[in-house]
């Protein structure tokens, strides 16, 4: 269990200027639960996920898994990032295969796990492939083995489709969608799409304007497991608009911004 209790954050500036990112989270995550946090752009989303994978520090709060402090990253938590942020100079096998590497495991054992994942996310034949080789729908699905390849207790998810395209977007959601299914980790996935959110999580967290705290916690009452098509059902496209209808209270500015299918923008 995730337990974020009060957590407070603000950045400074070169010229000690405060910027408040959180203003006060408290948020629980259950075991095996997948939650989505959605709100409007610069509402500490990142910072928060940050803070859960101990890659930085709150001002004031605390996190706790399994009842004990985050003082800092750990084998229980592995980071999925926007940016690939695979070794430029490794192949896919190579990548994969890095955290099991780190923490000691045996080379023959790191070899099974990481042929596992790597077939598990559908890249069997592109283990000595670079990443340059690879398109960003590829790449990412590097990342994700590599995440999963440790077995960690928690995933933590930032952002992790928004630099690829709008096709390889819904592949990828499919994917995990399948992953979450057999695997039952915890995840805790930032993203902007509503869209994304209603597929994927069992609850969305909405946050409010910087600095962020949690405007409202909303159960996603779709079965699982919830194929693409699940996008036709009633109850989805409700979810979605409300969730849209409030992110919009937040940010009024935003509907001379954007188009009469706010989603598709989103999702560039």
Known sequence: MIEIQGCVKTYRSKHGDGIAA?????????????????????????????IVAGLTSADAGQVLI??????GPGPD???????FALLPWADVFSNVQFGLEMRGVHPSLRRERALHWIQSVGLSGFESRFPRELSGGMQQRVGLARALAVDPQILLMDEPFTSVDSQT???????????????????????????EAVRLADRV????????RVLERLDVPLPRPRPAEIRKCPEFSEL???????????????RSRMSERPEEE???
């Open 22 to 50: 959180l203003g006060g989270v408290d948020l629980t995550i259950k075991d095996h639960e997948f939650v989505c946090l959605l709100g409007p752009s610069g509402c500490g989303k990142t910072t928060l996920l940050k």
């Open 266 to 268: 989103l999702d560039k």
């Open 66 to 71: 399994g009842g004990r402090p985050v003082e």
């Open 205 to 212: 967290v909405l946050l409010t304007e910087r600095p962020g």
């Open 77 to 83: 938590r592995s980071v999925v990032f926007q940016n």
């Open 240 to 254: 979605t608009e409300y969730l849209w209808s409030r992110i919009q209270t937040m940010q009024p500015d935003l």
């Open 169 to 195: 977007r819904r592949l990828l959601q499919d994917d995990l969608v399948a992953l979450h299914q057999k695997e039952r980790k915890t995840v805790m996935f930032v993203t902007h799409s509503m869209d």
